[in-house]
């Protein structure tokens, strides 16, 4: 167990919909990621926070937007859903904002889009 | 452009053989480079490694970066079934962890 959790494991809702999706990270560490894992693309990073500020952004789309909030908790919010979300999207926490420090991984939450 | 390519995209072993996996990368402001293994869900963190030449292990697991020529390599001996899995290499770029597409191990009993 990495110590990081994400609620809900499963998640199906319809073409259009609107959903959250929420992360605990492991206690002390003050960085989340998001990263999204499709079957053909692999895991592919989203967003960052450190702290309650975004940090970086990678191939996140404009429908989706994230937070951190101050007890360091994280959510990824994904509106007008498309069947080409459906994915496992993985939250992930470390120490440090930026170097040498490892990603731990929770256990995802799969989306299905119908 | 961020690049990781991973190799071979899947292999097939017996228990007890040993197994070599490639990554090599092209990173912007590279900083370290991470090995995770997934089974059915969370990656999990297998190695960290920042400095050139310097074998990390861990049981049958070891692996090492050579920064000059942008590669790394993860070996495991001995394989198990338990070895069966997915390996990822994750080079540390611009604050964020660059993922190749993985290879995957069976190893057959």
């Known amino acids: 167990d990495s110590g990081v959790t994400q609620t809900p494991k499963h998640l199906i809702t319809a073409t259009g919909q609107r959903v959250t999706l929420r992360c605990s990270p492991r206690s002390g560490d003050l960085s989340v990621y998001w990263y999204q894992q499709s079957l053909d693309q692999g895991l592919q990073f989203l967003i960052q926070?450190?702290?309650?500020?975004?940090?970086a952004k990678g191939n996140i789309l404009e429908r989706f937007s994230a937070q951190q909030f101050p007890d360091l908790h994280s959510e990824l919010n994904l509106s007008s859903l498309e069947l080409g979300d459906s994915a496992l999207y993985f939250c992930?926490?470390?120490?440090?904002?930026?170097?040498?420090?490892?990603?731990?991984f929770g256990n995802g939450t799969r989306l299905t889009v119908t | 452009e961020d690049k990781v390519v991973q190799s071979p995209l899947s292999l097939v072993v017996h228990e007890g053989d040993t197994v070599t996996l490639n990554c090599s990368y092209e990173?912007?402001?590279?900083?370290?480079l991470l090995w995770y293994k997934q089974e059915k869900k969370a990656p999990t963190f297998l190695f960290m490694l920042?400095?050139?030449?310097i074998e990390k292990k861990s049981g049958r697991l070891s692996s090492i970066l050579d920064k000059k020529e942008l590669f790394s390599i993860l070996n495991i001996t001995a394989t198990q079934t338990g070895d069966s899995a997915v390996y990822l290499c994750?080079?540390?770029?611009?604050?964020?962890?660059?993922f190749g597409k993985g290879t995957k191990l069976s190893v057959k009993p």
């Open positions: 992930a926490s470390s120490v440090e904002g930026r170097v040498n420090s490892p990603l731990h």
């Open positions: 994750a080079p540390m770029g611009q604050g964020n962890l660059i």
């Open positions: 926070y450190y702290n309650g500020e975004e940090r």
């Open positions: 990173v912007t402001n590279f900083r370290s």
């Open positions: 920042t400095s050139s030449g």
